[in-house]
Structures are given as structure tokens and as C-alpha cells.
Nanobody, 123 residues
Framework: QVQLVESGGGLVQAGGSLRLSCAAS????????MGWFRQALGKQRELVAA????????HYADSVKGRFTISRDNAKNTVSLQMNSLKPEDTAVYFC????????????????WGQGTQVTVSS
């Protein structure tokens, strides 16, 4: 089993930045593709960013390209999401996820989910 715990959410003004972190425990996630999802009120959960197990291949939703950066530290069993130039439409609960297969991230079916952290961007 893998436990994922997110941190770093909060309230920020539009144009500001936040850095989300996700700490994994239970087993190493160095061989797992990892992703960040978000779910806004009344909307479906969507994949925001994904990183391959090596960290050399990343994917971003069009809505966050150029503003968000996913990174991972396999030695520390962590994955982070740096969010810059935040917009009110980025307001959502953000979830960390770990998957045994890359493709599972793209159908919102990772093997493990974190509890989520709230990000609120005020205008």
C-alpha cells in the first residue's frame, strides 16, 4: 500500500504562486508514474500534470502549460507541483496520485490517491 499526503495549499491572490508537495509512504514510488489532479466545485476531477517514474517525461493540461511545473524527488519519495501566475479558475481541491501504469493517470484511474489540499485563488 502507498499513502499519499499533500501539503502546501491555501489562499492566494491572482497572479501569485503556490507550491504543493506530496509525500509518499508505505513503499517507494520511484517506479510509479505520479500525477496531480484537481476538482473544482461541481466539476469532474481532471489531470493537471503527470510525471513519469524517471521524471524525464512530463505532461500538462493545456490550461496550466507554462504556469505549472511538476517535479519529483525519488530519493525523498516526494512529488511537487509549482504553480505560478495563478488564476481564479485554478481554484480547486488538488490531489496527488500514484499509478502503476502511465495510461491510468489519463483515465483518472490511478492506484493511489491522496486526501487532497484546497487551493483558492482570489481575484
Amino acid at each position: 500500500q502507498v499513502q499519499l499526503v499533500e501539503s502546501g495549499g491555501g489562499l492566494v491572490q491572482a497572479g501569485g504562486s503556490l507550491r504543493l508537495s506530496c509525500a509518499a509512504s508505505g513503499r517507494t514510488v520511484s517506479n510509479y508514474p505520479m500525477g496531480w489532479f484537481r476538482q473544482a466545485l461541481g466539476k469532474q476531477r481532471e489531470l493537471v500534470a503527470a510525471a513519469s517514474s524517471s521524471g524525464f517525461t512530463n505532461h500538462y493540461a493545456d490550461s496550466v502549460k507554462g504556469r505549472f511545473t511538476i517535479s519529483r524527488d525519488n530519493a525523498k519519495n516526494t512529488v511537487s507541483l509549482q504553480m505560478n501566475s495563478l488564476k481564479p479558475e485554478d481554484t480547486a481541491v488538488y490531489f496527488c496520485a500514484a499509478s502503476t501504469a502511465w495510461r491510468e493517470l489519463f483515465v483518472s484511474s490511478p492506484d493511489y490517491w491522496g486526501q487532497g489540499t484546497q487551493v483558492t485563488v482570489s481575484s
